[in-house]
């Protein structure tokens, strides 16, 4: 099972990228998805949650009106857009995957390591 992060790159403060996370190995569905990054130095933080359907999201406040989460389940594949981006923004972005509910439309932030798969990052940089 294996989440593919995609998308990353250098970017200037106040431009746009969108990272693509494909599922191979089983389907997350009926699962729901999220975004976490993790700056240099920093602890990994909750960045966007979807849910299986994609009716419900969850953002955190930083990223709030910026960002939009999104999926694709006939493609097995869970985006983010990212739009005005800042330079603090740069992070490793992570994509996971929530298993433990089938088609639920409940969210968490992962604060309780509710996430139990996880890709490999992707690095995302905005410069100044």
């Known amino acids: 099972v294996q989440l593919q992060a995609s998308g990353g790159g250098l970017v200037q403060a106040g431009g746009s990228l969108r990272l693509s996370c494909a599922a191979s190995?089983?389907?997350?569905?009926?699962?729901?998805m999220a975004w976490f990054r993790q700056a240099p130095g920093k602890e990994r933080e909750f960045v966007a949650a979807?849910?299986?359907?994609?009716?419900?999201?969850l953002y955190s406040d930083s990223v709030k009106g910026r960002f939009t989460i999104s999926r694709d389940n006939a493609k097995n594949t869970v985006d983010l857009q990212m739009n005005s981006l800042k330079p603090e923004d740069t992070a490793v972005y992570y994509c996971?995957?929530?298993?433990?509910?089938?088609?639920?439309?409940?969210?968490?932030?992962?604060?309780?390591?509710?996430?139990?798969?996880w890709g490999q990052g992707t690095q995302v940089t905005v410069s100044s």
């Open positions: 190995g089983r389907t997350f569905s009926g699962s729901a």
């Open positions: 979807i849910s299986w359907s994609g009716g419900s999201t």
């Open positions: 996971a995957a929530d298993s433990r509910y089938y088609q639920s439309s409940y969210l968490t932030r992962g604060r309780n390591h509710e996430y139990d798969y």
